[in-house]
């Protein structure tokens, strides 16, 4: 079955920065795009950006270009998400998620979420 | 970027009415636009993709309708499971974006 394991929770402090992983199984992971999308507490979900897993292209949102890189292990089938530069609105809950082909690159798995907490 | 307008911000209905929520596009997204629905603790679940189309599993009585700037979500008939919050998504192909509406919270009356 199709899994998305993330890494553990994380505390960092303001400018610092934090690489997420995102290990899948259950599928050939060069075959499926994977975005990385945020959600702050209490807050709406944020799209961060993309990237893929067969070749390494990858597309940011605009208010996250230049402090967030996203690469992927194909030996491994992680893929890893790094923000850097971090302030207390980037505290969130960040999931990784398959982009699936079959619904029209809509997401259909999720990672179970990494808690970022950002605090002096 | 495309902004992605979703109303109403709240939904107050009782189990067996029929829920419409609304996703406005600030300019067109043709029919790459997606629904998920989203429960306290959990991640997001793919309810409808390319605006119309249920996802595997999906119950009948989820659909999805629109194309261009204007798209619903409808409920036919609600049941005590389906008070969540809904999110729409638009994907462009290229380059390839996925931004999200700020949802809608469909609570019990």
């Known amino acids: 079955q199709v899994q998305l394991v993330q890494s553990g929770a994380e505390v960092k402090k303001p400018g610092a920065s934090v690489k997420v992983s995102c290990k899948a199984s259950?599928?050939?992971?060069?075959?499926?795009?994977i975005s990385w999308v945020r959600q702050a507490p209490g807050q709406g979900l944020e799209w961060m950006g993309w990237i893929s897993a067969y070749n390494g292209n990858t597309n940011y949102a605009q208010k996250l270009q230049g402090r967030v890189t996203m690469t992927t292990d194909t030996s491994t089938s992680t893929a890893y998400m790094e923000l850097r530069s971090l302030r207390s609105d980037d505290t969130a809950v960040y999931y990784c998620?398959?982009?699936?082909?079959?619904?029209?690159?809509?997401?259909?798995?999720w990672g179970q979420g990494t808690l970022v907490t950002v605090s002096s | 970027e495309i902004v992605l307008t979703q109303s109403p911000a709240t939904l107050s209905l009782s189990p067996g009415e029929r829920a419409t929520l609304s996703c406005r596009a600030s300019q067109s997204v043709s029919s790459y636009l997606a629904w998920y629905q989203q429960k306290p603790g959990q991640a997001p679940r793919l309810l409808i993709y390319d605006a119309s189309n249920r996802a595997t599993g999906i119950p009948a009585r989820f659909s999805g309708s629109g194309s261009g700037t204007d798209f619903t979500l409808t409920i036919s008939s609600l049941e005590p499971e389906d008070f969540a919050v809904y999110y729409c998504?638009?994907?462009?192909?290229?380059?390839?974006?996925?931004?999200f509406g700020q949802g809608t919270k469909l609570e019990i009356k």
């Open positions: 259950g599928y050939t992971f060069t075959s499926y795009g």
């Open positions: 998620a398959r982009e699936a082909p079959l619904y029209g690159d809509a997401i259909d798995y």
């Open positions: 998504q638009q994907r462009s192909n290229w380059p390839p974006r996925g931004t």
